[in-house]
């Protein structure tokens, strides 16, 4: 077989410091393996390896989210098509083994036959931005309240004099109270606890400012990128910023409000035996997408009229509470994909 008649897919195996590809032709015969660094001279070594082997037909990587990104945005602006690959099962591994070229090759032939593939985020766009600012507060409210945390036990266990001083405030009551302690020079137990309060209570200061100073961004940047979606009834910028997240930042990927739901996790899945049909609420896809759908059900179902007669409607029928949300959350997807699908076209 010529060069030229060979298409080649090239799967790759993605880490922090090397990638580990093997190629394979439209046959699914093996034509080789390489392992190349996570840099911009290692991508162009990957490209140029693959084009010896034949026409490249497509890349098919591991981890595009996180440390299959880089290469993964490089390949695309070359032109290349590039699909994200899941990783194999574990009774798949637990027969053929674990390695990386095994890995790489797994990923090839996935990409060559069509299974389980998956178009990656494009991560170059609003969507990106909002997801890195979410990163980050999350990572402050949840340091924030280990901190209230270390401020309860610090109080509780503290020298009888200054814990019938604090034990009976607030936590917006105790914040200035400790923020004003002076331990002078640290002679004792009663001066170290004074101390570590005032830090804790300035730790928690700096946190709650930087939460503030994210959420003014991350609150800019939804009411620009999606403002149908925002003004919708139950849906703020926390929750706008989760759905935008799931759906990334290129449209192709919302082939279908179906396709969203189940990445949000909100599809119905079939649990029927027997004589008995019925659906079950599906636990997988993106937890934090699904979290939103959620709260916007809930919401509604306290102040929406169309949503408290559908919830009697389906409390009347014998529904219970959980399957009506998940068929509530089902609906709202609907309406948030057509949302989101005009929002990323533009």
Request: aromatic letters at 2%.
């Amino acid at each position: 077989m010529s060069r030229t008649e060979c298409l080649v897919t090239v799967g790759v195996d993605s880490h922090k410091e090397l990638h580990v590809a093997v190629a394979v032709d439209q046959l699914g015969r093996r034509l080789g393996t390489t392992a190349v660094a996570t840099t911009r001279r290692g991508f162009g070594q990957l490209e140029r390896w693959a084009q010896r082997l034949g026409v490249i037909q497509r890349f098919g990587i591991e981890g595009t989210g996180s440390y299959g990104a880089g290469l993964a945005r490089w390949l695309a602006a070359r032109g290349h098509q590039v699909v994200e690959v899941n990783r194999p099962n574990r009774q798949t591994r637990r027969r053929q083994g674990k390695s990386d070229p095994i890995d790489a090759e797994a990923a090839a032939r996935a990409a060559l036959a069509g299974q389980g593939l998956v178009r990656p985020k494009a991560a170059d766009g609003t969507v990106e931005m909002l997801r890195v600012l979410r990163m980050a507060r999350r990572s402050a409210l949840k340091a924030r309240t280990q901190t209230i945390q270390q401020l309860d036990s610090l109080v509780v266990t503290a020298p009888d004099q200054l814990r019938a001083r604090l034990r009976r405030l607030s936590l917006e009551q105790l914040v200035p109270v400790a923020a004003g302690l002076r331990p002078g020079e640290l002679v004792g137990p009663l001066a170290a606890t004074k101390l570590a309060l005032r830090e804790l209570v300035r730790r928690h200061q700096a946190l709650s400012a930087e939460v503030v100073r994210l959420d003014q961004q991350i609150t800019r940047l939804t009411a620009t990128a999606a403002p149908r979606l925002l003004a919708r009834g139950g849906v703020g910028p926390q929750v706008t910023t989760a759905l935008l997240i799931a759906a990334g930042d290129n449209p192709g990927r919302l082939r279908s409000d179906a396709a969203f739901s189940m990445l949000c996790g909100a599809a119905p899945i079939p649990a029927s035996s027997g004589k008995v049909v019925r659906h079950r609420l599906n636990r997988g896809g993106d937890r934090q997408a699904s979290s939103a759908l959620w709260t916007i059900a809930v919401c509604r179902m306290s102040y929406d009229p169309r949503t408290i007669a559908y919830v009697r409607r389906r409390t009347q029928e014998g529904k219970s509470k959980r399957e009506i949300i998940r068929c509530l959350k089902r609906y709202i997807a609907r309406e948030v994909h057509r949302d989101l699908k005009a929002a990323l076209v533009t």
